[in-house]
Protein backbone atom coordinates (compact mmCIF):
# COMPACT_ATOMS: atom_id res chain seq x y z
CA UNK A 1 0.00 0.00 0.00
CA UNK A 2 1.12 3.48 -0.81
CA UNK A 3 2.21 5.95 1.66
CA UNK A 4 -1.11 7.51 2.46
CA UNK A 5 0.71 11.11 4.03
CA UNK A 6 3.05 11.20 0.23
CA UNK A 7 -0.49 10.63 -1.25
CA UNK A 8 -2.32 13.38 0.59
CA UNK A 9 0.45 15.56 -0.14
CA UNK A 10 0.76 14.82 -3.66
CA UNK A 11 -2.98 15.94 -4.16
CA UNK A 12 -2.68 18.50 -2.27
CA UNK A 13 0.37 19.75 -5.02
CA UNK A 14 -2.27 18.97 -8.06
CA UNK A 15 -4.78 21.08 -6.06
CA UNK A 16 -2.55 23.89 -5.48
CA UNK A 17 -1.66 24.05 -9.44
CA UNK A 18 1.35 22.63 -8.98
CA UNK A 19 3.22 20.67 -11.59
CA UNK A 20 4.52 17.22 -11.39
CA UNK A 21 8.08 16.03 -12.56
CA UNK A 22 9.34 12.66 -14.17
CA UNK A 23 11.83 12.55 -10.96
CA UNK A 24 8.77 13.39 -8.21
CA UNK A 25 7.30 10.77 -6.47
CA UNK A 26 3.62 9.90 -7.74
CA UNK A 27 0.86 7.26 -6.75
CA UNK A 28 0.75 4.02 -8.70
CA UNK A 29 -2.54 5.20 -10.76
CA UNK A 30 -1.57 8.29 -11.62
CA UNK A 31 1.86 6.70 -13.72
CA UNK A 32 -0.28 4.44 -14.70
CA UNK A 33 -2.96 6.53 -16.39
CA UNK A 34 -0.35 9.05 -17.63
CA UNK A 35 1.16 5.66 -19.46
CA UNK A 36 -2.08 5.16 -21.33
CA UNK A 37 -2.10 8.65 -22.38
CA UNK A 38 0.72 9.11 -23.68
CA UNK A 39 1.58 5.97 -25.45
CA UNK A 40 -1.49 6.04 -27.23
CA UNK A 41 -1.32 9.72 -27.85
CA UNK A 42 2.13 8.71 -29.10
CA UNK A 43 1.12 5.39 -31.18
CA UNK A 44 -1.49 7.60 -32.97
CA UNK A 45 0.77 10.23 -33.86
CA UNK A 46 2.98 7.68 -35.87
CA UNK A 47 -0.52 5.89 -37.22
CA UNK A 48 -1.75 9.30 -38.23
CA UNK A 49 1.19 9.79 -40.56
CA UNK A 50 0.02 6.44 -42.73
CA UNK A 51 -3.36 7.60 -44.45
CA UNK A 52 -1.45 10.70 -45.77
CA UNK A 53 2.07 9.06 -46.57
CA UNK A 54 0.02 7.42 -49.14
CA UNK A 55 -0.58 10.64 -50.58
CA UNK A 56 2.98 12.14 -50.53
CA UNK A 57 4.04 10.65 -54.59
CA UNK A 58 -0.03 11.50 -55.77
CA UNK A 59 0.01 15.09 -54.60
CA UNK A 60 -1.16 16.96 -57.54
CA UNK A 61 2.28 19.41 -57.25
CA UNK A 62 5.52 19.16 -56.04
CA UNK A 63 4.79 22.01 -54.06
CA UNK A 64 2.18 20.24 -52.26
CA UNK A 65 4.12 16.80 -52.17
CA UNK A 66 7.04 18.97 -50.23
CA UNK A 67 4.40 20.19 -47.46
CA UNK A 68 2.82 16.87 -47.38
CA UNK A 69 6.02 14.80 -46.72
CA UNK A 70 7.30 17.81 -44.06
CA UNK A 71 3.97 17.03 -42.25
CA UNK A 72 4.34 12.98 -41.97
CA UNK A 73 8.17 13.76 -40.80
CA UNK A 74 6.33 15.66 -38.19
CA UNK A 75 4.21 13.41 -37.18
CA UNK A 76 6.25 10.22 -36.79
CA UNK A 77 8.85 13.17 -34.49
CA UNK A 78 5.68 13.74 -32.24
CA UNK A 79 5.42 10.31 -32.06
CA UNK A 80 9.00 9.84 -30.73
CA UNK A 81 8.97 11.98 -28.58
CA UNK A 82 5.54 10.92 -26.84
CA UNK A 83 7.06 7.46 -26.64
CA UNK A 84 10.55 8.83 -25.10
CA UNK A 85 7.86 10.57 -22.38
CA UNK A 86 6.22 6.98 -21.81
CA UNK A 87 9.51 5.31 -21.74
CA UNK A 88 10.65 7.18 -18.79
CA UNK A 89 7.36 6.68 -16.87
CA UNK A 90 7.64 2.72 -18.26
CA UNK A 91 11.39 2.79 -16.92
CA UNK A 92 10.01 1.23 -13.76
CA UNK A 93 8.24 -1.62 -15.19
CA UNK A 94 11.53 -2.36 -17.00
CA UNK A 95 9.47 -1.36 -20.65
CA UNK A 96 11.63 0.67 -22.87
CA UNK A 97 10.41 2.37 -26.58
CA UNK A 98 10.88 -0.87 -28.52
CA UNK A 99 8.74 -2.61 -26.39
CA UNK A 100 6.21 0.12 -26.25
CA UNK A 101 5.73 0.09 -30.43
CA UNK A 102 5.96 -3.71 -30.13
CA UNK A 103 2.23 -3.18 -28.32
CA UNK A 104 0.86 -1.45 -31.26
CA UNK A 105 1.56 -4.59 -33.81
CA UNK A 106 0.54 -7.26 -31.38
CA UNK A 107 -2.87 -5.37 -30.72
CA UNK A 108 -1.88 -4.80 -27.18
CA UNK A 109 -2.20 -0.66 -27.64
CA UNK A 110 -5.13 0.99 -29.94
CA UNK A 111 -4.84 4.44 -31.79
CA UNK A 112 -7.39 6.92 -32.92
CA UNK A 113 -10.66 5.78 -35.07
CA UNK A 114 -10.05 7.77 -37.64
CA UNK A 115 -6.41 6.09 -38.56
CA UNK A 116 -8.17 3.19 -39.08
CA UNK A 117 -10.66 4.97 -42.05
CA UNK A 118 -9.81 5.30 -45.75
CA UNK A 119 -8.47 8.46 -47.65
CA UNK A 120 -9.20 7.05 -51.22
CA UNK A 121 -9.12 10.65 -52.54
CA UNK A 122 -6.82 13.72 -52.71
CA UNK A 123 -9.44 15.90 -50.99
CA UNK A 124 -9.53 13.05 -47.54
CA UNK A 125 -5.69 14.35 -47.62
CA UNK A 126 -6.85 17.85 -47.11
CA UNK A 127 -10.23 16.58 -44.82
CA UNK A 128 -7.45 15.37 -42.77
CA UNK A 129 -5.48 18.04 -41.99
CA UNK A 130 -8.46 20.13 -41.68
CA UNK A 131 -10.70 18.70 -39.41
CA UNK A 132 -8.65 15.89 -37.82
CA UNK A 133 -5.81 17.90 -37.52
CA UNK A 134 -8.27 20.88 -35.62
CA UNK A 135 -9.92 18.15 -33.86
CA UNK A 136 -6.30 17.25 -32.20
CA UNK A 137 -5.32 20.68 -31.81
CA UNK A 138 -8.50 21.21 -29.53
CA UNK A 139 -7.89 18.04 -27.21
CA UNK A 140 -4.16 19.06 -27.30
CA UNK A 141 -4.76 22.13 -26.30
CA UNK A 142 -6.63 21.00 -23.16
CA UNK A 143 -4.01 19.38 -22.26
CA UNK A 144 -1.31 22.21 -22.24
CA UNK A 145 -1.70 22.96 -18.73
CA UNK A 146 -1.73 19.44 -17.94
CA UNK A 147 -0.91 18.54 -14.11
CA UNK A 148 2.60 16.20 -15.19
CA UNK A 149 4.86 19.34 -16.58
CA UNK A 150 6.94 17.12 -19.25
CA UNK A 151 4.02 16.60 -21.19
CA UNK A 152 2.57 19.77 -20.88
CA UNK A 153 6.29 21.31 -22.12
CA UNK A 154 5.75 19.02 -25.13
CA UNK A 155 2.59 19.54 -26.10
CA UNK A 156 3.12 23.07 -26.80
CA UNK A 157 6.03 22.23 -29.86
CA UNK A 158 3.40 19.77 -30.78
CA UNK A 159 0.34 21.82 -30.92
CA UNK A 160 2.23 24.83 -32.57
CA UNK A 161 3.67 22.24 -35.50
CA UNK A 162 -0.45 20.83 -35.43
CA UNK A 163 -1.65 24.20 -36.13
CA UNK A 164 0.56 24.88 -39.32
CA UNK A 165 -0.50 20.91 -40.29
CA UNK A 166 -4.33 22.26 -39.67
CA UNK A 167 -3.32 25.33 -42.19
CA UNK A 168 -1.88 23.04 -44.61
CA UNK A 169 -5.61 21.25 -45.02
CA UNK A 170 -7.26 24.01 -45.20
CA UNK A 171 -5.51 25.22 -47.79
CA UNK A 172 -5.99 22.37 -49.55
CA UNK A 173 -10.13 22.96 -48.91
CA UNK A 174 -10.18 26.25 -49.85
CA UNK A 175 -8.19 25.17 -53.12
CA UNK A 176 -10.94 22.57 -53.92
CA UNK A 177 -13.74 24.37 -52.37
CA UNK A 178 -12.81 27.55 -55.34
CA UNK A 179 -12.32 24.67 -57.92
CA UNK A 180 -14.16 22.77 -60.58
CA UNK A 181 -17.60 21.45 -59.58
CA UNK A 182 -15.99 17.93 -59.91
CA UNK A 183 -13.42 19.74 -57.31
CA UNK A 184 -16.02 20.68 -55.21
CA UNK A 185 -18.06 17.21 -55.00
CA UNK A 186 -14.74 15.28 -54.36
CA UNK A 187 -14.53 17.74 -51.24
CA UNK A 188 -18.00 17.76 -49.98
CA UNK A 189 -18.21 13.56 -50.36
CA UNK A 190 -14.35 13.61 -48.39
CA UNK A 191 -16.17 15.29 -45.64
CA UNK A 192 -19.09 12.97 -45.84
CA UNK A 193 -16.94 10.24 -44.99
CA UNK A 194 -14.75 12.13 -41.67
CA UNK A 195 -18.00 13.74 -39.96
CA UNK A 196 -19.15 10.74 -38.13
CA UNK A 197 -15.22 9.45 -37.40
CA UNK A 198 -14.47 13.00 -36.20
CA UNK A 199 -17.99 12.28 -33.93
CA UNK A 200 -16.51 9.26 -32.50
CA UNK A 201 -13.08 10.94 -31.79
CA UNK A 202 -13.93 12.70 -28.40
CA UNK A 203 -14.61 9.83 -26.87
CA UNK A 204 -18.41 8.78 -25.40
CA UNK A 205 -20.64 11.27 -23.79
CA UNK A 206 -20.50 9.34 -20.65
CA UNK A 207 -16.66 9.51 -19.91
CA UNK A 208 -14.98 6.13 -18.36
CA UNK A 209 -13.89 5.65 -15.24
CA UNK A 210 -9.83 6.25 -16.50
CA UNK A 211 -10.95 9.58 -18.34
CA UNK A 212 -13.06 10.68 -15.12
CA UNK A 213 -9.59 9.64 -12.84
CA UNK A 214 -7.52 11.57 -15.33
CA UNK A 215 -9.74 14.91 -14.85
CA UNK A 216 -9.20 14.35 -10.72
CA UNK A 217 -5.40 14.46 -11.26
CA UNK A 218 -5.89 17.36 -13.44
CA UNK A 219 -3.98 15.15 -16.18
CA UNK A 220 -7.17 16.71 -18.37
CA UNK A 221 -9.32 19.34 -18.25
CA UNK A 222 -12.40 18.90 -20.25
CA UNK A 223 -15.13 16.49 -20.65
CA UNK A 224 -15.41 14.55 -24.23
CA UNK A 225 -18.63 15.92 -24.70
CA UNK A 226 -17.42 19.79 -24.01
CA UNK A 227 -14.19 18.97 -26.68
CA UNK A 228 -16.99 17.66 -29.29
CA UNK A 229 -19.13 21.00 -28.84
CA UNK A 230 -16.43 23.04 -29.08
CA UNK A 231 -15.14 21.18 -32.32
CA UNK A 232 -18.62 21.63 -33.90
CA UNK A 233 -18.68 24.76 -33.12
CA UNK A 234 -15.73 25.69 -34.78
CA UNK A 235 -16.04 24.05 -37.81
CA UNK A 236 -19.54 23.95 -38.83
CA UNK A 237 -19.76 27.79 -39.83
CA UNK A 238 -16.52 27.04 -41.48
CA UNK A 239 -17.37 24.13 -43.93
CA UNK A 240 -20.96 26.33 -44.48
CA UNK A 241 -19.22 29.42 -45.77
CA UNK A 242 -17.70 27.46 -48.39
CA UNK A 243 -20.70 26.63 -49.33
CA UNK A 244 -20.77 22.58 -48.41
CA UNK A 245 -23.04 20.79 -46.00
CA UNK A 246 -22.76 19.18 -42.93
CA UNK A 247 -23.91 15.35 -43.36
CA UNK A 248 -26.20 15.20 -40.16
CA UNK A 249 -29.48 16.56 -40.90
CA UNK A 250 -30.27 16.55 -37.14
CA UNK A 251 -27.44 19.00 -36.58
CA UNK A 252 -29.43 21.90 -34.42
CA UNK A 253 -27.97 24.53 -31.83
CA UNK A 254 -30.17 25.34 -29.07
CA UNK A 255 -30.30 29.40 -29.64
CA UNK A 256 -30.44 29.55 -25.65
CA UNK A 257 -27.53 27.18 -24.40
CA UNK A 258 -25.33 26.99 -27.83
CA UNK A 259 -25.30 23.71 -27.21
CA UNK A 260 -25.37 21.35 -30.60
CA UNK A 261 -27.37 18.48 -30.94
CA UNK A 262 -26.00 16.10 -33.53
CA UNK A 263 -26.48 12.14 -34.64
CA UNK A 264 -24.70 9.83 -32.54
CA UNK A 265 -22.21 7.33 -34.23
CA UNK A 266 -22.48 3.62 -34.76
CA UNK A 267 -20.51 3.69 -31.01
CA UNK A 268 -20.40 0.04 -31.21
CA UNK A 269 -18.98 -0.35 -34.80
CA UNK A 270 -16.04 2.01 -34.13
CA UNK A 271 -15.45 0.67 -30.80
CA UNK A 272 -15.58 -2.72 -32.04
CA UNK A 273 -13.27 -1.38 -35.28
CA UNK A 274 -10.58 0.07 -32.56
CA UNK A 275 -10.61 -3.15 -30.31
CA UNK A 276 -10.06 -5.63 -33.27
CA UNK A 277 -8.04 -3.42 -35.76
CA UNK A 278 -11.22 -3.99 -38.27
CA UNK A 279 -11.62 -0.84 -39.93
CA UNK A 280 -10.97 -0.81 -43.72
CA UNK A 281 -7.65 -0.09 -43.23
CA UNK A 282 -6.26 -1.05 -39.99
CA UNK A 283 -4.56 -4.51 -41.37
CA UNK A 284 -2.37 -2.49 -43.83
CA UNK A 285 -1.71 0.12 -41.50
CA UNK A 286 0.07 -1.90 -38.91
CA UNK A 287 1.82 -4.17 -41.69
CA UNK A 288 3.30 -1.37 -42.81
CA UNK A 289 4.66 -0.55 -38.85
CA UNK A 290 5.38 -3.86 -38.83
CA UNK A 291 7.64 -3.71 -41.34
CA UNK A 292 9.19 -0.46 -40.45
CA UNK A 293 9.40 -1.67 -36.74
CA UNK A 294 10.28 -5.06 -36.58
CA UNK A 295 12.50 -5.71 -40.24
CA UNK A 296 14.12 -2.73 -39.78
CA UNK A 297 15.30 -3.40 -36.28
CA UNK A 298 18.93 -4.53 -36.84
CA UNK A 299 19.36 -0.79 -38.28
CA UNK A 300 18.60 0.77 -34.88
CA UNK A 301 20.81 -1.73 -33.24
CA UNK A 302 23.98 -0.61 -35.74
CA UNK A 303 23.29 2.98 -34.96
CA UNK A 304 23.30 2.10 -31.27
CA UNK A 305 26.35 -0.50 -31.48
CA UNK A 306 27.93 2.80 -33.29
CA UNK A 307 27.21 5.42 -30.94
CA UNK A 308 27.95 3.04 -27.43
CA UNK A 309 31.61 2.08 -29.35
CA UNK A 310 32.17 6.04 -30.06
CA UNK A 311 31.23 6.93 -26.45
CA UNK A 312 33.54 4.12 -25.24
CA UNK A 313 36.54 5.93 -27.15
CA UNK A 314 39.02 8.01 -24.73
CA UNK A 315 38.62 12.02 -24.48
CA UNK A 316 35.00 10.89 -26.36
Do not use: C
Request: glycine share 6%; charged share 30%; proline share 5%.
Amino acid sequence: MEDAGRLREFLARIEAGEKIEATDWMPEEYRDLLIKQIHMHGISEIMGAYPEKEWVPKAPTIRRKLALNAKVQDEIGHGQMLLRLAEDLSRPYGRGREELMDDVIDGRIKFHNVFHMEAPTWADAGVIGFLVDGGAIITQAMLLDSSYAPYARMLKRIVAEESFHMQHGESVVLALAEGTDAQREMLQNAINRWWEPMMFFFGPREMGRGSRRMMEYKIRSKTNEELRQKFINRYVPRIRALGLEIPDARLKQDPVTGEWQYTDPDWDWFNQMVRDNSGPMSQARIALRRWAHVEQRWVRQAANTAVNVIAARPGA
